[in-house]
Every structure is written in structure tokens, then in C-alpha cells.
């Protein structure tokens, strides 16, 4: 029966620790796998010691400090001194929860001997005092992690599950100290048993609802996130149309200058015709100050869209150089070429309005096919501070996350870096065999 109580309040104090370490460490396994690792490791040192394989003080070492060393060291990424603090932390959660659980218990069962010899006889109090341990040390575990991610959990607004925890912890409690407070002189070691299990199930299934809990949320967030980014890309098609159509304005504008340059100079040959000759040269001149069209790159889409945002007011004053090679030949569908060359224009703006001195910025957007990916380039200058989302209105912002899911459906990625007061950004989009 004894050993039946060690194991499952073993597993139940590992389920804690496991849970404390998860939550302030960057894990490498999943929880399951580090809790069952590690109660399996525990069994065996029982066992050992069981058969007087090992010394006492061997086995204490060993399920004490080097398993707990050794989980945080294999399964756990962090500095040395955060692992060493949390290790601390183990066990001051430990003594304090053993101080409190054993004190409680001890009163309650007038336990009059010595703590050592009635720990190593297994007293009914003893596997009474496991539970109540366990509880506190649960408690102590929920403050100790909302201490330490505090940060964390007021963003992501983690605090209400960790609170549920926390009350079933706290409730708990109180229902162990009444039970055997009114029920000492009653107590079994089959009913303790009992106890322990339906302890041992209720923490696993609070920790299951826990880590679902942050699975659907993290999921919900994912979920607006993506529906966000279909709208701004919704958004980016309409722009690229009206682009389009704009840039078919632009061809119908030049074939109508044309028709007027022919008139000038037929007016230019006749001795009357001097004046209106100068009244379409000053039409034509405002017409082209408004709009600039130049032929950037082999797409006839991508030219749209560039023809239009050069023509933004916001950009006026800020140097920018157009070098697109080799557009066409990528096999880049033509909307999310736009979409990328577009998003990493916007960004590079931001960079540059952010700037304390507009007039000293510049802007660079460069294109070409290398090895197998075909690579699109923005440089700019920027403040001391990287921009690495648009400023837009509710809705939008999410550039940057467009640009990433075009480049990892192409094969490729995105990169940002900055040196000395310059921004390179960076899309590889792997050429279509």
C-alpha cells in the first residue's frame, strides 16, 4: 500500500515541477514526455533502494538533486543561473510545503513521536501529510510561475486560467484540512489511497484543461491574425486593379499628349499660332508635374503599382532608385510579386517618415535572379530602431506577415538586418522548375 502512496504522490509532485519548469524555461520535449521521463527515472531509484541497491543517502542525492539537475539541463534551454534559480526554488517550494502540509497533519492525527521515526514507518499520517503536501506545493508553484512570467501572462492575458489552478489548489486545500481534521481518528490507509487518486486525477485533468485552455486561445489568436492578413491582402488586390487601371490612364494619357505635341507643332507653322502652341505647353506641363510614369520593371502589373505609390504625396523629397531585373522570368504570379514588392515599399517609408531628417533618406529596390531563387532587395535608411510591421488603419499592419507566407509558399524566406543606420531587406522566392 505504501508503495502505491509513493508513486502516485511522486507522480503528482512531478506533474508540479514539471509545470513550473515549462512554463519559465523555453522547453525541448513536450510536458508529457519530461514528466514521464522523469517519474520513470524516479521509480527506478526507489526500486534500487528498495532492494538495498543502493545507500540511502545515494538514493536521496540522486532523486534530490541530480534528477532534477539533470531534467533542467536535458530538457530545458536557459542560463545557467535561471536553471540554478529554479532549482533553488524546487526546493524551498519542497520545504515549505512539507512544513506547512507536516505541521497541519501532525496536529490534526496528535502525532506525539519523532518526525524521522514516523516518516520511515509510513505512519497514516504520513500518507495523509503527502496530499496536503502535494496542495500547497501546487499553490506555491502557481506563485512562483505568475512571479516570474508576470510580463508574459499580462500580455497574453494567461492570468485567468493560472488563477483557476490556483483556486482549485487553494480550495482543495481547505477540503484536506477539514477531512482530516473531523475524520483523523477514522482514517485508513485505503481511504488515504483513494484520496491520492482522485487527487493525482483531478491535477492531471487541471493541467489538461490548462495547457487546451492556452491551445484554443493561441489557435483563436492565429485564426484573427490569418483572417486579418486575407483582408489586408483582399485589400492589396483591389489596390493593384485600381493600379492597373491607373497605369492603363497613364497609357491613354501619353497617346493624347502625343496628339497635342503634333499640334503644337502644326501651330508653331503658322504665324498666328504661337500663343495657343504656348497655352497646351503649360496644359501639358501641369499634367505631367501630377504623375510620373516610368517603365521599372518587365511586369505590367508591378510597373502599376510602382507608378502609383512613386506618385504617393507622402513620398515626395525621399529618393528612390528602381533597378527590377528579371521579373517576368521568375514565373512569380503577378499579384503576389505586387504583394511583396509592395509591403517592403510601405515598410521602407515607414522607415524613412520615422526618420529626423526626411530629406537625408533613400530608398532602394532592386530585383534579380540568383541560383535558384529570384531575389527582391529594399534598402533604406532608418532611425537607430528596426520597423518591422506598416502603420496602418484597424485592420491592417500585417505587411511583413504577408510577405513571410509568399516567400515560405514559394520555398523561400524573408530577412531583415540593419547596420549604421541602414535597413536590407531581403525576399528569396525559389524559381519554378
Sequence with gaps: ??????????????????FINHETLKKKYPF?????????????????????????????????????????????????????????????????????????????FN???????????????????????????????????????HRKYRREKLFAPLMVILSYAAAHTIYLSIYYWINAENITQTSNLIQLIF?????????????STQKIGRLLIREKELSLIENEMSDNRQYFELADLKFEEITMLKADMHRQLERVTALLSEPAGKDEAA????????????????????????????TVKLNEERIRGIPVEVALRDCSAAGIDSYEMCSVVANMFDNAIESCLRAPDPSGTFIEIKSG??????????SNSCKNELVTKTVKGSGHGYGLEIIREICKKHGGEFTVSQEEGIVVSSAFLRLKK
Design 199 to 211: 487527487q493525482t486525477l483531478l491535477n492531471t485533468f487541471i493541467f489538461i484543461q490548462y495547457y
Design 279 to 306: 497655352d497646351i505647353m503649360d496644359s501639358i506641363s501641369e499634367r505631367l508635374e501630377k504623375i510620373r510614369a516610368v517603365n521599372y520593371c518587365d511586369n505590367h502589373t508591378l510597373n502599376a503599382v510602382l
Design 369 to 378: 535572379i540568383r541560383g535558384e531563387f529570384f531575389v527582391i532587395k529594399v
Design 111 to 149: 502525532i506525539q513521536d519523532d518526525y524521522y521515526i514516523v516518516m520511515k514507518s509510513e505512519h497514516i499520517g504520513v500518507s495523509a501529510g503527502r496530499l496536503l503536501v502535494s496542495t500547497v506545493m501546487l499553490i506555491n508553484a502557481v506563485v512562483i510561475v505568475a512571479i516570474m512570467r
Design 32 to 108: 508529457a514526455i519530461v514528466c514521464a521521463g522523469w517519474f520513470a527515472a524516479t521509480a527506478l531509484l526507489y526500486v534500487t533502494n528498495l532492494y538495498s541497491i543502493l545507500p540511502d543517502t545515494v538514493y536521496s542525492a540522486g532523486k534530490g538533486v541530480l534528477l532534477p539537475i539533470a531534467v533542467l539541463w536535458i530538457c530545458y534551454e536557459g542560463s545557467i543561473m535561471k536553471k540554478a534559480l529554479l532549482f533553488g526554488l524546487l526546493w524551498l517550494n519542497a520545504l515549505v510545503s512539507e512544513g506547512v502540509g507536516y505541521i497541519l497533519i501532525w496536529n490534526f
Design 1 to 18: 500500500m505504501k508503495h502505491a502512496v509513493f508513486f502516485l504522490n511522486a507522480l503528482i509532485q512531478l506533474i508540479i515541477y514539471t
